[in-house]
């Protein structure tokens, strides 16, 4: 691809800030729109692993996620409700590096990379919600919600789960839901005992009960909210989005109070005193014929939704962005489109479909499955993108 061309990418989250940079570093120009009004400091936290955190160290954001992050310990402990411990085990690494996952928080990694689109003067326009796109033979327009619209000579949907992009190159496909539901939610360590706040630090720790599971982490090393935690649970049929997703934070907090009313230990105080909540249902994406169509692919969340547990969703996106800007760097961009889906797809589907929903099943966490997608760190010059 040359570099007098200019890709458009839609969503400003991880994957499409992302994307952005590894562009810029492999000679390519574009711009970033995002559909919230003004960057926001939304969700909780999540793992990078090692893939994900060599692909920032190339970027030259290591030291800084190193910084904001906090190493996976590597044990788990599981508890019941009642606080009486279940189960405790290593983890399997991830992958054979050793290296372990780093906790973070999403907004603070966020803040990273658009810190460093800023230092790269790429621009990200705030309240541009995908509307629809239409491709040319030369060139791919974006239409806004707010009127305007954008041309490009390809165009990147970075637009999460529920992706515009995707519906409007294929219709077809649909959201499946995964009969589970997930919040992920921030507090600080106030309402911990001394021991509680130890055992945190020194393990993942999950309380569990009748299909609610709640894993408890830490995932900054200084911020006075620094603890997370994810809540996950099942459900017959999709909740009512207006009972659960868009329902005031507070009402949301007593329905939760009511879950874990006759629970000890640390949950109900953590729930009750966190301030963040995001709430979100699980899908599946049905089969993608291709990764793209035209001038238009796809990454992220946009092409592969995981599920939290995974720990991969971050790492994937991350993965796309340096591959997918690793072949337009060397191919015209219908062959980069087709070694992007053709190198990636196949890979992400078998782990996707390995790993488990839930922490429902304490022993298939043991035969967790290694992934990693295959990078070549060798050639290290800067033109090589790493
Ligand atoms: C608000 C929010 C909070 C989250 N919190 C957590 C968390 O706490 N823990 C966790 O594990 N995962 C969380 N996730 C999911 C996690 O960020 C992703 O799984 C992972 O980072 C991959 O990111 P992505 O960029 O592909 O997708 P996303 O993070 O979903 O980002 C997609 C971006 O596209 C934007 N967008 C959507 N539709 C349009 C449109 N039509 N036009 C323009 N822009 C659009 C969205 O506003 C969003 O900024 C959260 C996602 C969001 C959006």
Redesign the pocket.
């Known amino acids: 691809m040359s570099s007098d061309e200019h890709v458009l990418i ?9 994307m952005s940079i590894c562009l810029d570093k492999a000679g390519i120009h574009s711009t970033v ?4 009004p003004h960057h ?1 400091h ?6 990078v692993a090692p893939n994900g955190q060599r692909i920032l160290q190339s970027l030259g954001l290591g030291a800084e996620l190193a910084a904001n992050s906090v190493p996976d310990p590597g044990r788990i402990r599981f508890f019941s409700s009642i606080d009486e411990e279940i189960a405790s085990f290593h983890l399997p690494p991830q992958n054979a590096t050793g290296t372990p996952d780093v906790c973070v928080e ?1 907004a603070e ?1 966020l803040r990273i990379l658009l810190g460093e689109a800023a230092r790269r003067g790429i621009q990200v326009h705030y309240g ?4 629809s796109l239409e491709q040319g033979p030369q060139s791919v327009t974006a239409h ?2 707010d009127g305007s619209q954008a041309t490009g000579s390809l165009l990147i949907g ?8 995707r519906s409007a190159l294929f219709p077809h496909v649909q959201l499946q839901h995964k009969k589970t539901w997930a919040v ?1 939610g921030k507090g600080s360590a106030d309402c911990l005992t001394a021991e509680e706040r130890e055992l945190i630090e020194k393990e993942l720790v999950v309380y569990e009960k009748d299909g609610l599971n709640v894993l408890l982490y830490q995932d900054h090393p200084t911020k006075p909210e620094n603890y ?1 935690w ?1 809540l996950t649970g099942k459900t017959e049929r999709k909740i009512p989005s207006k009972n659960f997703e868009h329902k005031p934070k507070d009402e949301l907090r007593a329905d939760l109070a009511k879950l874990f009313a006759d629970w000890t230990g640390p949950v109900p105080r953590m729930v009750a005193t966190s301030r963040a909540l ?1 709430p ?1 249902q699980l899908f599946r994406i049905g089969r993608l014929p291709s990764w793209s169509s035209g001038r238009v692919a796809l ?4 092409v592969h ?2 599920n ?1 547990i995974s ?1 991969l ?2 790492t ?2 991350l993965e796309d962005a340096l591959h997918l800007s690793r072949m337009l760097r060397e191919h015209d961009y219908q062959d980069a489109f087709f070694y992007y889906c053709a190198d990636r797809q196949p890979q992400v589907d078998e782990i996707l479909e390995a790993i488990p929903d839930l922490f429902d099943s304490i022993t298939s966490l043991l035969s967790w499955p290694e992934y990693a997608f295959p990078i070549d760190w060798s050639a290290n010059d800067d033109a090589s993108l790493v």
Not at 42 to 47: E, K
Not at 128 to 131: D, G, I, V
Not at 158 to 165: E, L, Y
């Open positions: 839609i969503g400003g989250g991880i994957a499409g800030v992302a729109y995002e559909g919230y926001k939304a969700g909780a936290s999540f793992v999403r990694l541009k919600r995908l509307f806004f919600e970075a637009d999460g789960a529920k992706s515009r992009v992920y997370a994810l995001t979100v990454i992220g969340d946009a939704t995981t939290p720990g969703g971050v994937l996106a």
